[in-house]
């Protein structure tokens, strides 16, 4: 059962509020949870092909999708022959940080958090958000380029949903603490093994396949409104 804790932000299966220092990681997806856009669709606009491109991100969202390597290659090898610099115009012109990402990420700092970013986006964006935001870490997939265009092929193992879940547990280990001591935060089904993984699975404005696993849906607001259920001190 689901309650509306107040406008915008329901939670189930949990009774808050809790504290972030019962916490020790927080990991994030990038795109359209971290951030305004799906970096792949803008880049497909370089060449025409986002509708193309965007339909089946929008089908591997919902979930409709299931083997989310198989859509990813579909949709990078679209890409064949965009110029690599169509990816600094899409972080200069389109990319932008989803609002409270950067308070949460400051108020997780403090708590003493280690701070995670996992991504089936691409190392160009995501080395580049985690810096912005300060974050210890990130994971995604690396675009291969020659000749100063894009081949249409990604370089070794692909971030699936499952790759997301193993790094979470990674540094779970390394930091010495339960995956219950872990927070989720995604918005797509690809972030589900993940979020399931964890001790406190947060939806951001997501699929309503996600909202409905999350123990926290923010529906309205930024990512700080997870603050409201999840105290900083």
């Known amino acids: 059962m689901s309650t509306e804790f107040a406008p915008g932000l329901v939670i189930q299966r949990f009774t808050p509020p809790l504290r972030l220092t019962d916490f020790k990681v927080i990991a994030f997806d990038m795109d359209s949870t971290l951030i305004s856009i799906e970096c792949i669709d803008e880049i497909a606009d370089a060449v025409g092909k ?92 690396t675009l291969e380029i020659e000749g100063g265009l894009l081949t249409g092929q990604v370089l070794g193992d692909i971030v699936d949903g499952e790759a997301k879940k193993q790094h979470m547990l990674a540094l779970c280990a390394r930091v010495g603490c339960a995956p219950s001591q872990a927070i989720a935060v995604g918005d797509g089904a690809n972030d589900l093994l993940m979020m399931g993984a964890s001790g406190l699975s947060v939806a951001y404005h997501a699929k309503p396949k996600v909202r409905e696993q999350a123990m926290v849906a923010i529906n309205q607001g930024g990512l700080d409104r997870l603050l409201e259920v999840v105290s900083a001190a």
């Open 50 to 141: 986002k509708a193309e491109v965007a339909a089946i991100t929008e089908a591997a969202m919902r979930g409709e999708i299931t083997d989310f390597k198989d859509s990813l290659r579909r949709r990078v090898a679209l890409l064949r022959g965009v110029p690599a610099e169509a990816l600094q115009q899409v972080y200069d012109e389109r990319l932008k940080v989803n609002p409270g990402a950067h308070e949460l990420m400051a108020a997780a700092r403090a708590a003493g958090l280690q701070t995670l970013l996992v991504s089936g986006g691409f190392t160009f964006f995501a080395d580049r958000v985690r810096e912005r935001l300060g974050m210890h870490e990130a994971h995604s997939n």
